[in-house]
């Protein structure tokens, strides 16, 4: 047997992780274009961010969703163009821009929540709730110690 056939008998985390996560991330982004919401999982991922803060600056939004510079301002301008958000000029440093919600941005709030959550559900199945605890619990720990 190769190398790659070893690697592969022993399910290696990241493989697994990253797949899982395409696989949510696809049927959520399919979920989004039923409803006729025109956004993408990237651009939810920013609004999720404004959600929780609004007015965080360029630099915030990249570094919360592990996005380089040039990526958040391409979402950003797409985001822009579709009304849902817009950036000012920071008071505080004048080479920054903050980012916040239109009312537009802010109705979808409500229904992207309620398809990700079916998404989450779907996902977990089957899947005995104290043993999806535990996968959390995995998961976060994974998360600290890649940081």
């Given at each position: 047997?190769?190398?790659?056939?070893?690697?592969?008998?022993?399910?290696?985390?990241?493989?697994?992780?990253?797949?899982?996560?395409?696989?949510?991330?696809?049927?959520?982004?399919?979920?989004?274009?039923?409803?006729?919401?025109?956004i993408s999982?990237?651009?939810?991922?920013?609004?999720?961010?404004?959600?929780?803060?609004?007015?965080?600056?360029?630099?915030?939004?990249?570094?919360?969703?592990?996005?380089?510079?040039?990526?958040?301002?391409?979402?950003?301008?797409?985001?822009?163009?579709?009304?849902?958000?817009?950036?000012?000029?920071?008071?505080?440093?004048?080479?920054?821009?903050?980012?916040?919600?239109?009312?537009?941005?802010?109705?979808?709030?409500?229904?992207?929540?309620?398809?990700?959550?079916?998404?989450?559900?779907?996902?977990?199945?089957?899947?005995?709730p104290e043993?999806?605890?535990?996968?959390?619990?995995?998961?976060?720990?994974?998360?600290?110690?890649?940081?």
């Amino acid at each position: 047997m190769g190398a790659v056939e070893d690697f592969f008998r022993g399910d290696p985390m990241g493989f697994l992780l990253t797949r899982a996560a395409q696989n949510m991330r696809l049927q959520l982004g399919r979920a989004f274009a039923d409803a006729g919401l025109g956004i993408s999982v990237e651009q939810w991922h920013i609004l999720m961010e404004l959600w929780q803060q609004d007015g965080l600056n360029q630099r915030e939004l990249g570094s919360r969703c592990c996005k380089s510079k040039v990526s958040i301002t391409k979402i950003l301008a797409k985001l822009e163009d579709q009304g849902l958000v817009i950036r000012r000029r920071s008071n505080r440093d004048r080479r920054g821009n903050r980012v916040f919600l239109t009312e537009a941005g802010y109705r979808l709030q409500d229904i992207t929540l309620r398809l990700a959550k079916k998404n989450s559900h779907h996902a977990v199945e089957g899947i005995d709730p104290e043993r999806v605890d535990v996968c959390k619990d995995v998961l976060k720990k994974i998360f600290e110690n890649m940081k």
